[in-house]
T-cell receptor
Framework: TQLLEQSPQFLSIQEGENLTVYCNSS?????LQWYRQEPGEGPVLLVT?????EVKKLKRLTFQFGDARKDSSLHITAAQPGDTGLYLCAGAKTSYDKVIFGPGTSLSVIP | ETGVTQTPRHLVMGMTNKKSLKCEQHLGHNAMYWYKQSAKKPLELMFVYNFKEQTENNSVPSRFSPECPNSSHLFLHLHTLQPEDSALYLC??????????FGEGSRLTVL
């Protein structure tokens, strides 16, 4: 059983479209991180959210942490081919726990 | 220099070979990690070191042997591996729990 579920598993969209990917759990997390991983590379940290209901923006990317700190979403506005990659959410239940990863959403943005 | 450096980037080895993966972090972090990433599977935590002490061994087979001589260097010694061990091996570091900084990975193929 996955502690962190991500949906959709795969997403293929045209350049310029908007999209949202989700990260869900039945457990409460003290913090959640989002990473992007390009083929053949390691994941790169995008953002950390720690407060229930928190919204963070990184250029065209908007991250939200659910009020109950069990879920998170990533919204991309006007997607570009450079956004292509595997989006991973990860979290720790407490600051002392190991970080667990979701299975990822593979995004392909077609020019 | 990048924050976390892994060598080699690609490695092909036979089942009877002995090889090592190397990781070096230049971020001054206290914790270092080995993760395994296989196709269609979430990132799997293998080992965690805090201040050079191993604090997590996630039921990893003994054919994988980690070594952490200091808080900046981490090795993964490999011997008598199986073809199913072929994967991307990722090293990461962190300052405490939560945000991980990954290297670019070592792509291992076991023949």
């Amino acid at each position: 059983t996955q502690l962190l579920e991500q949906s959709p598993q795969f997403l293929s969209i045209q350049e310029g479209e908007n999209l949202t990917v989700y990260c869900n759990s039945s457990s409460v997390f003290s913090s959640l991180q989002w990473y992007r991983q390009e083929p053949g590379e390691g994941p790169v940290l995008l953002v950390t959210v720690v407060t229930g209901g928190e919204v963070k923006k990184l250029k065209r990317l908007t991250f939200q942490f659910g009020d109950a700190r069990k879920d998170s979403s990533l919204h991309i506005t006007a997607a570009q081919p450079g956004d292509t990659g595997l989006y991973l959410c990860a979290g720790a239940k407490t600051s002392y726990d190991k970080v667990i990863f979701g299975p990822g959403t593979s995004l392909s943005v077609i020019p | 220099e990048t924050g976390v450096t892994q060598t080699p980037r690609h490695l092909v080895m036979g089942m009877t070979n002995k090889k090592s993966l190397k990781c070096e972090q230049h971020l001054g972090h206290n914790a270092m990690y080995w993760y395994k990433q296989s196709a269609k599977k979430p990132l799997e935590l293998m080992f965690v070191y805090n201040f050079k002490e191993q604090t997590e061994n996630n039921s990893v087979p003994s054919r994988f042997s980690p070594e952490c001589p200091n808080s900046s260097h981490l090795f993964l010694h490999l011997h008598t591996l199986q073809p199913e061990d072929s994967a991307l091996y990722l090293c990461a570091s962190s300052q405490g729990a939560g945000e991980l900084f990954f290297g670019e990975g070592s792509r291992l193929t076991v023949l």
